[in-house]
């Protein structure tokens, strides 16, 4: 047999300070503020329990917030609206009990959907992303694409024998909101890659259009 050659493994000792082992964990916001939580505990005299709480929840904020911007970046959100941001008195009507309780989220949980119907300018997009920014901050995986921009995707991976990978991205999410489906000329085709998205998504994530 010919013998193989292979780099030798080379293991670095476990770093010994705080600092080191922080650093090596990559936890930054201990190896930031440790220092300033240690003086504090012996200043308050608290227990190393509490002293140890203090410490992992700064790690924790801090992880949770990346989580979040993730999140964020994977919506694909045109925009950031909030409900705050919306103006109730413009609406000629509107369901609002409906819109506050979607806000609760608990329609995620039995898989529920929303479809916002009006004229042009009433808000649609608006109260969708807000419920979306909201699922994000909730740790929900969201996504939100323009109808057309789904038909297109979807005829163009058909064309290429990719179907099932882009169907991926409209299936996994837990909210997919599809905007614009009114301004949809709809033909067959268009029709057809709808509703097997809505269809692929049936009591499985929930849908707003």
């Known amino acids: 047999m010919r013998e193989q050659n292979h780099e030798p493994v080379i293991l670095k000792e476990a770093p010994g300070t705080l600092d080191g082992m922080f650093d090596y964990l990559n936890l930054q916001e201990g190896l930031g503020r440790?220092?300033?939580?240690?003086?504090?505990?012996?200043?308050?005299?608290?227990?190393?329990?509490?002293?140890?709480?203090?410490?992992?929840?700064?790690?924790?904020?801090?992880?949770?917030?990346?989580?979040?911007?993730?999140?964020?970046?994977?919506a694909k959100f045109p925009f950031i609206k909030t409900l705050e941001q919306y103006d109730w008195n413009h609406p000629t009507a509107i369901p609002k009990a409906k819109i506050l309780a979607a806000l609760e989220l608990n329609f995620l949980s039995n898989r529920e959907g929303f479809v916002f119907i009006s004229d042009h300018g009433l808000g649609?997009?608006?109260?969708?992303?807000?419920?979306?920014?909201?699922?994000?901050?909730?740790?929900?995986?969201?996504?939100?694409?323009?109808?057309?921009?789904?038909?297109?995707h979807l005829s163009a991976a058909q064309a290429d024998h990719s179907t099932e990978k882009a169907m991926r991205v409209y299936t996994r999410p837990a909210l997919l909101i599809i905007d614009e489906v009114g301004r949809l000329s709809i033909d067959q085709k268009q029709g057809e890659h709808i509703f097997?998205?809505?269809?692929?998504?049936?009591?499985?994530?929930?849908?707003?259009?």
Do not use: C, P, W
Not at 135 to 150: D, L
Not at 196 to 209: C, F, K, P, Q
């Open 196 to 209: 097997n998205v809505i269809d692929a998504r049936y009591e499985r994530g929930s849908t707003i259009l």
């Open 34 to 74: 440790h220092r300033e939580l240690l003086a504090q505990a012996a200043r308050e005299n608290i227990s190393h329990e509490e002293f140890l709480k203090r410490l992992l929840s700064q790690e924790v904020s801090a992880k949770f917030t990346r989580q979040v911007d993730s999140r964020l970046a994977q």
């Open 124 to 152: 649609k997009t608006h109260l969708a992303i807000a419920i979306g920014h909201k699922a994000v901050q909730a740790g929900v995986r969201t996504y939100f694409t323009k109808a057309i921009e789904m038909v297109n």
